[in-house]
Nanobody
């Protein structure tokens, strides 16, 4: 079983910055793509940014140029640096990862979600 734990959310004024972290723990043989999603009240969860194990990144158009995703493979951790925050960035941010666990000689794929961390952008 693999657990994801997010941290770093909070209240920030428009134009401010926050850095989210997500640490993966448990039976991890390999972590592949790691993602950040967000969900505002009354909306569907949307993909904000993703990063492959090799560091290839992808961003939603709404955050390009303002958010930066990165990862530390040795620490099984993914980060989301959020700059120039806007009120419309207010949401619960979720970490997601897919990878492989190993039980004896058997490899099992997983897709795990964190509990989410609230980000509120308001003056």
């Amino acid at each position: 079983q693999v657990q994801l734990a997010e941290s770093g959310g909070g209240l920030v004024q428009p134009g401010g910055s926050l850095r989210l972290s997500c640490a993966a723990s448990g039976n991890i043989f390999s972590l592949n793509v790691m993602n950040w999603y967000r969900q505002a009240p009354g909306t569907q969860r949307e993909l904000v940014a993703s990063i492959t194990r090799d560091g290839v990144t992808n961003y939603a158009d709404s955050v390009k140029g303002r958010f930066t995703i990165s990862r530390d493979n040795a620490m099984n951790t993914v980060y989301l640096q959020m700059d120039s925050l806007k009120p419309e960035d207010t949401a619960v941010y979720y970490c997601n990862a897919d990878g492989t666990s190993k039980i004896y000689t058997r490899k099992i794929t997983f897709n795990s979600w964190g509990q989410g961390t609230q980000v509120t952008v308001s003056s």
